[in-house]
């Protein structure tokens, strides 16, 4: 599986659009970018998946590069109760590893200031 | 609601008194798993289940067992708990669909915080 490297933290404030950017220097081919939102103590929470180029819906957008190499997911205009963790995976969803299984990093902490 | 629950939401017990911390879901998915998550570590993989009577073992599945009779249900038991398995465990499920079924959306239930004296 692909290892991804994220900030491990980021502050911003409301109203602000916020940018977390993951590498994934060695993605395969056929590896998807999974991200997730986890606020403390709840499960975390599926916010968007992509393969290449954009995806938005209505809580976020994923920028993936032609290369592939990172991905960016934004925010727009971050409220107080965006304040949490948010993880970047990226595995193959058909052949990838032992299991095919995606492993969550340590995440990056954003929070959020009035 | 769609929605999966997990009991007790939290637990303090004792080395070695058996224990099993119930996890349901009501979307009729095929997918369910087990993770927990320690300060510094993340989220990591205890077991996983693609379908009933079929399950498999995740990261760190030592000291852990689990069962899959019905599509809804995925109890996860400890038959020895010892100090090291305290932490918060979280349980998910996702539908098939095509490829492997953690790639879809995986819905967490709120967790169950268990300390280990």
């Known amino acids: 599986l692909a290892k991804t490297t994220q900030p491990i933290s980021m502050d911003s404030y409301e109203g602000q659009e916020v940018n977390i950017t993951c590498s994934h220097n060695?993605?395969?081919?056929?590896?998807?970018i999974t991200w997730y939102q986890q606020f403390p103590s709840q499960g975390p929470r599926f916010i968007i998946q992509?393969?290449?180029t954009k995806v938005t819906n209505e809580v976020a957008s994923l920028f993936i590069p032609a290369d592939r190499k990172s991905s960016t997911l934004s925010l727009p205009r971050v409220s107080l109760s965006d304040t949490a963790v948010y993880y970047c995976?990226?595995?193959?969803?058909?052949?990838?590893?032992?299991?095919?299984?995606?492993?969550f990093g340590k995440g990056t902490k954003l929070s959020v200031k009035p | 609601e769609a929605q999966v629950t997990q009991n007790p939401r939290y637990l303090i017990t004792v080395t070695g008194k058996k224990l099993t911390v119930t996890c349901s879901q009501n979307m009729n998915h095929e997918y369910m798993s087990w993770y927990r998550q320690d300060p510094g570590l993340g989220l990591r993989q205890i077991y996983y289940?693609?379908?009933?009577?079929?399950?498999d073992k995740g990261d760190v599945p030592e000291g852990y067992k689990v069962s899959r009779k019905e599509k809804r249900n995925f109890p996860l038991i400890l038959e020895s708990p010892s100090p090291n398995q305290t932490s918060l465990y979280f349980c998910?499920?996702?539908?098939?669909?095509?490829?492997?079924?953690?790639?879809?959306?995986?819905?967490f239930g709120p967790g169950t915080r268990l300390t280990v004296l």
């Open positions: 289940s693609m379908n009933v009577e079929v399950t």
């Open positions: 992509g393969y290449k």
């Open positions: 998910a499920s996702s539908f098939k669909g095509h490829g492997r079924p953690s790639y879809n959306e995986q819905f």
């Open positions: 060695n993605i395969a081919t056929n590896d998807y």
């Open positions: 995976l990226v595995g193959d969803p058909v052949y990838g590893g032992s299991q095919g299984n995606l492993i």
